[in-house]
Every structure is written in structure tokens, then in C-alpha cells.
């Protein structure tokens, strides 16, 4: 494959593929992104970066082949959230079926940490019969297991600058988290070197943080006591989400974080207060 060869990214007007897209073409690889709209507002920025645009749709599966054709690897993620978890497996089948037939060299797929680990949460099973399935191809591929974003706090702002940090699990209860530029970076890290690491499957996380340590350090940047407040999971409307919290709150993610950032120390990986300088500077 010529070294002009793009990356492919699905998701590149979204949080996983934006931070994917981002560390690529910081780290000077060519990017092709996979959009449903080629005359959107964010597609138009995306090709004001220099980044090379196919229309494709994840969900039905169409122009996924061409949009592969030529690529020097493809980043891709299926989603439960805009028709349910048979459609996520769905979308998986399209884009193996769609990597299949343009003979992508190497695959990395954003699944969820301990989605192999029988956790009965529903989108994790549903992201890992994805894998299930890719693991039967002859597609070199690997997987990243990703645990919870740090970016779900954002969702939360208002309750924040009220003082309070509602959440579905125990208060001191570690947990595992993610920066999203983490991801990005470490995928990035994965294409520099794909030999290494096909067949790999590798869950990341950033940091540990329990929801006490997170309002806390929040608390310290809106300059404001912030409290976190636990509360039974059972209360979310979403079964998959109830399914979710409780399995943090009990489980939870198993990332030797040490090991990961002795093996991956190029990804500079992000803790939760350098996030919240960042994200809640105002």
C-alpha cells in the first residue's frame, strides 16, 4: 500500500471518530472520512482540513465498499443509540462485509472495555458479537476496548453549577475512564505500527477516578463545592444504561492502567484533573 494511502474514519463528525480524525492528521497521516451528508457544515470544515470525503452510511451499509477502496486501514464503530442493539450488529455485519470486499489491510474497531467479559450489559454484548464476528474473517484487525468517556460529565453541566454531581453508582466506587484524545492517539499509535498489534484486543483507559475525587476536582476548577450524588441505577428510564451503571457500581472495568501506560507511554495519557483544567475553564 503506497504510504499516500488514506485512513479511513467512520464517525468523523462524532466524539470517538472527531478524536480519532484529529490525532491522525496530527501524526501526518492522510485521512478519508466516512460521511452521510457531503454538503453539511461539518463536513465542509473536515474538508477545509485537508481530509478527503466519501459519502457512506453505517447503518444501511451503502458506499462503505468504496469508501474503503485503497485505504491503508480503516477506524470503525457501530452504535446502539439511533436504532437499538440488532441494528449495532447490523452495522457490524455492513462493515465487514464492506472491508471484506475492499481488501482492508488493517481494521481497528472501537468496541467497549470487558465487552468480552459477559457483563449482560446490552450494548456491550451487542459490540462484542461485532468482534465475534470480525475474529472469524481473515480481516487483519484490532480491537480497543475504550472505557467510559470522560465527555459524559459535560452532559451534566447545569446539576454541576448547582453544586451537584448525580450519579447511577457508588461515590468512592474507582472508576475506570477515558480521554477522548487519549483514544484518538492511541488509535494513531496503532496505524503507525499495525504489525504489532493485529489480532490484539486492548482495553484503555486515562485514569480512576472515583465520582467523589471527579466532583471534587470539578469542585476546584468552577471554584464551587461540588457533591457527588449516588442513586440507584434502577431510576434510568434505559434498561441499557440501568444495565451500564450497575455493572460500574459493582464490576466494573478490569484495565491494568499501569501496564497499559508502561507499554503505550507515547499516548501522554490524560488524568481526569488535567481534563477538567480543560474542559471547565471558563
Do not use: C
Not at 499516500?4 to 467512520?10: D, E
Not at 472491508?99 to 470487558?114: C, E, G, K, N, Q
Amino acid at each position: 500500500m503506497a504510504e499516500t494511502s488514506p485512513v479511513v474514519v467512520i464517525g468523523a463528525t462524532g466524539g470517538q471518530g472527531g478524536a480519532v480524525l484529529d490525532a491522525l492528521l496530527d501524526a501526518g497521516f492522510p485521512v478519508r472520512a466516512v460521511i452521510r451528508d457531503a454538503v453539511s457544515a461539518k463536513s465542509a470544515a473536515l474538508a477545509r482540513r485537508g481530509v478527503e470525503l466519501a459519502v457512506g452510511n453505517i447503518v444501511s451499509g451503502v458506499g462503505l465498499t468504496d469508501a474503503f477502496y485503497g485505504a491503508a486501514g480503516v477506524f470503525a464503530l457501530t452504535t446502539p443509540f439511533e436504532s437499538g442493539v440488532d441494528a449495532e450488529v447490523a452495522q457490524g455485519r455492513a462493515l465487514i462485509e464492506a472491508a471484506t470486499a475492499a481488501s482492508v489491510p488493517h481494521l481497528v474497531f472501537s468496541s467497549v472495555a470487558s465487552a468480552d467479559r459477559d457483563t449482560g450489559v446490552p450494548h456491550f454484548d451487542s459490540k462484542y458479537e461485532v468482534e465475534k464476528m470480525l475474529a472469524a474473517t481473515d480481516i487483519p484487525h484490532t480491537v480497543v476496548g475504550p472505557a467510559y468517556f470522560y465527555d459524559n460529565l459535560l452532559a451534566g453541566t447545569d446539576a454541576l453549577d448547582a453544586g451537584v454531581m448525580p450519579i447511577a453508582m457508588p461515590a468512592d466506587k474507582p472508576l475506570q475512564q477515558l480521554s477522548r484524545r487519549d483514544l484518538g492517539r492511541f488509535v494513531a499509535l496503532l496505524f503507525s505500527e499495525p504489525d504489532l498489534h493485529v489480532g490484539e484486543r486492548i482495553d484503555i483507559a486515562s485514569d480512576q477516578p472515583s465520582p467523589a475525587e471527579m466532583a471534587r476536582i470539578v469542585g476546584e476548577v468552577l471554584n464551587t463545592a461540588v457533591a457527588a450524588e449516588s442513586f440507584d441505577p434502577g431510576r434510568i428510564p434505559s434498561p441499557d444504561m440501568s444495565a451500564m451503571f450497575t455493572f460500574l457500581g459493582d464490576r466494573g472495568y478490569e484495565v491494568d492502567i499501569p501496564t497499559l501506560h508502561r507499554r503505550f507511554p507515547g499516548v501522554g495519557w490524560q488524568p481526569f484533573a488535567d481534563w477538567a483544567a480543560e474542559a471547565f475553564r471558563r
